[in-house]
């Protein structure tokens, strides 16, 4: 039952400790794998390998277990490696001598490598889709909000007036650039490695452009040896577009995290969105938030994990990219599920009114004051000067806040502007 079996069997310990979890991460490749066997048995037929026949069985077998991956009923149980290994079976229990011939001109290698990249892609895809309803829903609460003021900080020390929707907006341009990597890390995974084999090619008169084409990849790894390599270098990439995203989505975290304490009282959320403490009973803690910041930090290490892997491995494959594959699917599922959590909670917030005036917000508008004298017809450093001595003395008096008219401030947030700017997939 392994696709590489030559009659002997296999140390148990090492049976045991070469296939790992594999079993269970494939449940995430299974219809990918399906959807590359479609497509390498119609090549195989286009290029007289197989029969007419011999594909409508093949095709007939593969759309029976399509099936079963989508109804939850496919297994893949103890005895079979990996699911590259209980598809085959299934296919030749069914079909018979047709069911082997599946494995022509492919390698186990160039089977896994493909499937990965047609997970990668599609769920690429599906991150770039949520990322997006969770940007709409940033935008949509800071036009909500973006009359209400907020105290802007730098260095946790109260700074210059902000408001919610300086606060929102703020994050959803930033998913932009996120977006950007992701979009680049796409093209990355958009190639076909199919064809390369164990990466060095095939004697079988293969078509890759019918592959390439068939599986809608935009191109295809042309080299050989570089669709191998590509194994690692792909994964390296990923971890790096998805650990930029989470780097967004928990700063924000612990900027809700901030708010919602006492301390600073800006926001809140219904109780039902919050914990309680076992032993205090006042306690409204922001425990998805804080999951969501440990996640994505978590998530955010894997570039380096991936990095460490993969370094300084020569050309060709080797088995350690075996353990690529379970932290990067993990992180993927990770990902999405933070942002419909993310996204369900957010839209649920209970923004505050925040009184201004309190003392602790007393030079809030100091910058504002140095600049009501510079229109009046001070110089910058001599009014900086004054309202510099005012502070010191203790004379300072808050002044109103001017009106911030450029694009992108607390006046004029260009939401629009921002919102043309979310790159396509």
């Not at 006492?262 to 425990?287: A, R, V, Y």
């Not at 932290?327 to 933070?338: G, L, P, W």
């Not at 009501?372 to 110089?379: A, D, H, I, K, Y």
Request: glycine share 6%; net charge negative.
């Amino acid at each position: 039952m392994k696709l590489w079996d030559k009659g002997f069997s296999i140390d148990k310990r090492i049976e045991l400790f070469t296939v790992g979890n594999d079993r269970e991460i494939d449940m995430h490749i299974a219809k990918y794998d399906v959807i590359a066997s479609l497509a390498h048995a119609k090549m195989l037929n286009s290029t007289g390998l197989i029969s007419e026949s011999e594909l409508k069985d093949l095709e007939i077998g593969l759309q029976n277990i399509a099936f079963d991956i989508e109804k939850g009923t496919f297994k893949i149980e103890d005895s079979f490696e990996d699911v590259h290994s209980k598809i085959e079976w299934e296919l030749t229990q069914k079909l018979g001598e047709v069911g082997k011939k599946i494995h022509t001109a492919r390698s186990r290698n160039d089977q896994v490598l493909v499937a990965l990249q047609l997970y990668y892609k599609e769920n690429l895809k599906g991150v770039h889709q949520k990322v997006f309803s969770f940007f709409e829903t940033l935008l949509h609460l800071a036009e909500t909000h973006k009359n209400q003021l907020l105290p802007g900080y730098t260095h946790l020390q109260v700074a210059m007036p902000s408001s919610f929707g300086l606060w929102f907006s703020a994050y959803a341009e930033l998913l932009i650039d996120d977006v950007y990597l992701l979009n680049a890390v796409s093209k990355i995974v958009d190639q076909n490695p199919l064809g390369s084999a164990a990466g060095y090619g095939s004697s079988f008169p293969i078509d890759r452009e019918f592959t390439t084409k068939e599986m809608n990849f935009s191109t295809l790894k042309f080299n050989v040896v570089a669709a191998q390599m590509s194994r690692g270098k792909s994964e390296r990439s990923i971890a790096a577009a998805l650990g930029g995203l989470c780097n967004t989505l928990a700063r924000f975290s612990m900027d809700i995290c901030l708010y919602m304490s006492q301390n600073f009282s800006f926001i809140s959320f219904p109780d039902e969105l919050t914990t309680g403490s076992s032993i205090m009973p006042h306690k409204k803690n922001p425990d998805v938030f804080e999951l969501i910041r440990g996640k994505c930090n978590k998530i955010q290490a894997l570039q380096t994990e991936m990095i460490l892997i993969t370094n300084n491995l020569p050309s060709g494959y080797h088995r350690d990219f075996q353990l690529l594959k379970e932290n990067m699917i993990n992180a993927f599922e990770d990902v999405k599920n933070i942002l419909d959590i993310f996204n369900f909670t957010i839209q649920q917030i209970i923004v505050k009114e925040i009184d201004l005036n309190d003392e602790k917000y007393h030079y809030l508008f100091t910058v504002d004051s140095i600049n009501n004298l510079v229109t009046e017809g001070m110089s910058f450093r001599e009014a900086y000067q004054k309202i510099g001595g005012e502070v010191q003395s203790g004379a300072y008096k808050a002044s109103l806040g001017k009106n911030h008219t450029h694009i992108g401030s607390i006046h004029n947030l260009g939401l629009e502007d921002i919102r043309k700017k979310f790159p396509k997939y």
